[in-house]
């Protein structure tokens, strides 16, 4: 189990012993995988593979599940829920937890009150709320945007009302630094008929064969489509029909594309579709390995390959334990301070890709989510979205030598 409060109390103030016990999953989030298994480790240990620095001490930047952490990736913020009701009604988002901090039970835990697991934090106000916990009005488990596309059939008011608070996008435009946000299956599932990743003919109905059943459209998304690891499409500034969405919010077949042709932006992120990510019961590890292993070399093997650095991480830490606590637990001083009422949560693989390296080797500084941001807003002078004082991910580099 992956939820916010969830995490929490799985975590238990950094001893890391309540992950069976707060999980739906019981005993499977003590499983494992052969990571000496998967195409990325064989792609990085064969011959003429470019080198690469582990990250080993990077840890997933909000506690809970792929929604907030795709948030915090490109805004390092909980979003608000504005006009979120607090009446007690079926349409009151709010979780209710109890005095462990627990939203809801499980096949080991059974709750000490009255609790819900809901889209929105506890209410500050809820009797009982333990001390420390984040409350208000904050979306802080899957919560569908507002805009195209989202989950078909999904009500108005549980969708989250336009953000415009800061991203990453705002600032990297903001310095004329050109960047997108490619999504696998994005083309489909917003519309836009005959561009790059259409799938879905020349007609007027859906076609593709794993298309949404209740899907209308233009709007095509595949069964596997995530609608809520679309961060920015979460923001008013990326709203359906302006021009900044046209510009930025692309789909995966354009990166691969841009890539082979040496036509890389200066920043790109990059979201598989579900069958690609790895995501467990929807997808495998091995298959999703291999797509990231296309994507590498996609770029390693262009002509912009040796002027890139890469990134590779995951949202989240999928509900299974881990031993090693998340700052402030275990830590003094600066590092103590990198964590607030929001995270960082538990740790998750990161991955530096880069043919300038020298050498491969491990980082074992700290680093979150958000220390990602902190690296673009130091490489591109950009203003700080990042208020915890988290490390910057460049102070990896100098494990890997060459980069300058």
Known sequence: MH????????????????????????????GYYDT??????????????PNYII??????????????????????????????????????????????GMPTSTPLYTPLSTVKDAQLTAKCNQAG?????????????????????YSPGTADIKRLPPLHTPNIGDRLSAKRVDWAWYSGGWSNANGDVGASGWTNGN????????????????NCPDVDFQYHHQALNYFANYAPGTQ??????????????????????????????????????????????????D??????????????????????????????PPPPFNRHGAEAKAADQ????????????????NKSGVAHEDFDTTSILKMLEKRFDLDPLVTRPVRSLSAALKAGEGWH
């Not at 076609?207 to 233009?218: G, L, R, Y």
């Not at 929001?342 to 390296?357: C, H, N, S, V, Y």
Request: aromatic share 12%.
């Open 295 to 324: 994507l590498v070399k996609a770029i390693v093997e262009g002509p912009d390959g040796k002027d890139t650095l890469i990134v590779i991480t995951y949202d989240e830490f999928g509900g299974q334990w881990d031993h090693v």
């Open 342 to 357: 929001w995270g960082p949560g538990t740790r998750i693989p990161a991955l530096l890709i880069a043919k300038r390296f």
């Open 55 to 100: 990250a080993d001490s990077f840890f997933q930047g909000a506690f809970g599940g792929s929604f907030l952490d795709h948030q915090f990736l490109v805004a390092a913020a909980a979003p608000q829920f504005v006009g979120a009701l607090n009446d007690g009604s079926a349409n009151d988002f709010h979780s209710i937890v109890d005095a462990n």
């Open 203 to 218: 007609g007027t109905t859906c076609t593709d064969p794993n298309h949404v059943s209740t899907a209308v459209f233009p």
């Open 244 to 293: 900044a969405r046209k510009d930025r919010l692309k789909d995966e077949a354009e990166f691969i594309q841009a890539a082979k042709t040496g036509r890389l932006k200066q920043v790109s992120f990059i979201k598989p579709i579900g069958e690609e990510n790895e995501h467990p019961g929807y997808t495998s590890e091995s298959e999703g390995s291999q797509h990231l292993v």
């Open 3 to 30: 939820r916010f409060y969830s995490e929490q109390y799985q975590l238990n103030g950094g001893r890391q012993n309540r992950y069976m016990t707060g999980s739906d999953a019981a005993g499977l989030v003590m």
């Open 129 to 149: 709320l333990p001390a420390g916990l984040a409350c208000g009005d904050y979306a802080v488990n899957t919560t569908q945007p507002f805009y195209q596309p």
């Open 36 to 49: 000496k298994k998967l195409p990325i480790y064989t792609y990085l240990h064969g011959n003429g593979a």
